[in-house]
Nanobody, 115 residues
């Protein structure tokens, strides 16, 4: 079955960096667009970034553009989110999923940005 396992979250101070990882299984990983989403406390889940199948095109939400970088390793069935210059408003649970044909949501990984 399709499954996503996110990791790499933690507590950081504003301006610091984190790298999130997501392992996908149960499907042909390289065939799918992969996306990152996040859900802040009390808010709806929002789209953050996407990367096409072979990684040569990426897209970002305006509020993370220039600070976040999405990448993937199809050999490892993993997608990554490098987050730099983190801000308190980036605090959220981060999830990955397939584009266009999403699978069940994983547990996510919590990112807390606070001084």
């Amino acid at each position: 079955q399709v499954q996503f396992v996110e990791s790499g979250g933690g507590l950081v101070q504003p301006g610091e960096s984190l790298r999130l990882s997501c392992a996908g299984s149960g499907f042909t990983f390289s065939a799918f667009v992969m996306e990152w989403y996040r859900q802040a406390p009390g808010k709806e889940r929002e789209w953050v970034a996407a990367i096409i199948s072979y990684g040569d095109q990426t897209m970002y939400a305006d509020n993370v553009k220039g600070r976040f970088t999405i990448s993937r390793d199809n050999a490892k069935n993993q997608v990554y989110l490098q987050m730099n210059n983190l801000k308190p408003e980036d605090t959220a649970v981060y999830y990955c999923n397939r584009g266009y044909v999403p699978g069940p949501w994983g547990q996510g990984t919590l990112v807390t940005v606070s001084s």
